[in-house]
């Protein structure tokens, strides 16, 4: 099996940049995505295929990847960014959740 | 409106089974694969099993053999059957649905349904 490894907590001030790695060594050959999780919800989709963005994901939310990194990055960021977030990959017939990044605005 | 409803949480004595069901609406059921995610309480997320839209299945080491995935294309539903239970199952029980393209990102979530095991 393999592993995606996230900080637990990225603490930024509003209007700030925050920046979220995931690190695993599936990426490069493996596409990530990024979820957000807020309190008592279901998580939402913000990033797929390491950079693309659903419709209605606001534009500050974007996505990177370099080597066995993926980076979700939060432009500007709001009180309402704060939740959770967790990457995700899959490979061979395994699906992949890192441990979660609490992000906190403050 | 897309939309996955799940059902059949409860509590269950260790050991015992379970079986959960998920209703899919506003989008071609039959078109897409399907996954469950379960989070336990105060935790991450945790990918549970996936059954593809034309039966493949797939499952975590955790419950491989204990749990089996099904699908029904015609009434549009997604089943998790969950026998010999552990406490370490307790969780919240998401459905979801994976991107098209087989791109393995799951763009549509449940609500979740709760799954408590313990006597």
């Known amino acids: 099996s393999y592993d995606l490894t996230q900080p637990s907590s990225v603490s930024v001030s509003p209007g700030q940049t925050a920046s979220i790695p995931c690190s695993g060594d599936?990426?490069?050959?493996?596409?990530a995505c990024w979820y957000q999780q807020k309190a008592g919800q279901s998580p939402v989709l913000v990033i797929y295929?390491?950079?693309k963005r659903p419709s209605g994901i606001p534009e500050r939310f974007s996505g990177s990847s370099s080597g066995n990194t993926a980076t979700l990055t939060i432009s500007g960021t709001q009180a309402m960014d704060e939740a959770d977030y967790y990457c995700?990959?899959?490979?061979?017939?395994?699906?992949?959740f890192g441990g979660g990044t609490k992000l906190t605005v403050l | 409106e897309v939309q996955l409803v799940e059902s059949g949480g409860g509590l269950v004595q260790p050991g015992g089974s379970l079986r959960l069901s998920c209703a899919a609406s506003?989008?071609?059921?039959?078109?897409?694969?399907m996954h469950w995610v379960r989070q336990a309480a105060g935790k991450g997320l945790e990918w549970v099993s996936g059954?593809?839209?034309?039966?493949?299945?797939y499952y975590s080491d955790s419950v491989q053999g204990r749990f089996t995935v099904s699908r029904e294309n015609g009434d549009d539903y997604l089943y998790l059957q969950m026998n010999n239970l552990k406490a370490e199952d307790t969780a919240v029980y998401f459905c979801?649905?994976?991107?098209?393209?087989?791109?393995?990102?799951?763009?549509?979530w449940g609500k979740g349904t709760t799954v408590t095991v313990s006597s």
């Open positions: 506003g989008f071609i059921f039959s078109d897409y694969d």
């Open positions: 979801a649905r994976e991107g098209p393209e087989a791109m393995h990102y799951l763009d549509v």
């Open positions: 599936k990426f490069g050959h493996e596409f």
């Open positions: 295929q390491d950079t």
């Open positions: 059954i593809g839209f034309a039966g493949d299945t």
């Open positions: 995700q990959a899959w490979d061979s017939g395994v699906m992949k």
